[in-house]
């Protein structure tokens, strides 16, 4: 089993940053694929943005230039800075993680961005 514990989340105005943090702990051999996806109130959960084994970064069109993954394989960590925030980011915010073909979420943090 794997576990996910997700944190940063918050009230913010538009125009402003928050950092996420999630740590992935358990039984782990190796990660495929580790990121966040985000839910918006009445809406369907849509990636915002992960990585692969090898590195490779993939980012929602949403999100794009104004959001950066970055992540610690030895540590299974992955943070989301979030910049140049608008109301429509406001969302639960889930990490996920990819190992050995499971996929593993948290519970999720809220993102509340004020106009």
């Known amino acids: 089993q794997v576990q996910l514990v997700e944190s940063g989340g918050g009230l913010v105005q538009a125009g402003g940053s928050l950092r996420l943090s999630c740590a992935a702990s358990?039984?782990?051999?190796?990660?495929?694929?580790m990121g966040w996806y985000r839910q918006a109130p009445g809406k369907q959960r849509e990636l915002g943005a992960v990585?692969?084994?090898?590195?490779?970064?993939t980012y929602a069109d949403s999100v794009k230039g104004r959001f950066t993954i970055s992540g610690d394989n030895a540590n299974y960590t992955v943070w989301l800075q979030m910049s140049s925030l608008i109301p429509e980011d406001t969302a639960v915010y889930y990490c996920?993680?990819?190992?050995?073909?499971?996929?593993?979420w948290g519970k999720g943090t809220l993102v509340t961005v004020s106009a």
């Open positions: 996920n993680c990819n190992t050995r073909g499971q996929n593993y």
């Open positions: 990585f692969n084994s090898i590195g490779a970064t």
């Open positions: 358990g039984t782990i051999f190796s990660i495929n694929v």
